[in-house]
Nanobody
Framework: QLQASGGGLVQAGGSLRLSCAVS????????VAWFRQAPGKERELVSG????????WIRESVKGRFTIARDNAKNTVYLQMSSLKEEDTAVYYC???????????????????WGQGTLVTVSS
């Protein structure tokens, strides 16, 4: 199971940290990822991290602003978001794929477990 939290209303240029609490058995090759879906748009992959090791991926449009990190002791994956823009407004979901493929090659259909989503609203 996944529990996402940390969303909220923030002004452009501000920061938020999303948390994804993971429960259940995890393997090092699993991918935990953050997706987002803005109103009227398709869900898009934002960032991913392997449960073991240092492999991470982040989409180009948020590179330099978003960072993904993992705390295995707390069974939590974080998405640190800074310099937020209005176009970052979306519902953010965390998800798990039982796959050792590179995050960039994964599609949302590869992710079998999803959290409930947390809303991030960035105002001008």
């Amino acid at each position: 199971q996944l529990q996402a939290s940390g969303g909220g209303l923030v002004q452009a240029g501000g920061s938020l940290r999303l948390s994804c609490a993971v429960s259940g058995r995890m393997f090092s090759w699993y991918t935990v990822a953050w997706f987002r879906q803005a109103p009227g748009k398709e869900r898009e992959l934002v960032s991913g991290i392997k449960w073991g090791g240092d492999s991470t991926w982040i989409r180009e449009s948020v590179k330099g602003r978003f960072t993904i990190a993992r705390d295995n002791a707390k069974n939590t994956v974080y998405l640190q978001m800074s310099s937020l823009k209005e176009e970052d407004t979306a519902v953010y979901y965390c998800a798990i794929a039982a796959s050792n493929q590179p995050t960039s090659s994964l599609k949302h259909t590869d992710f079998a477990s999803w959290g409930q989503g947390t809303l991030v609203t960035v105002s001008s």
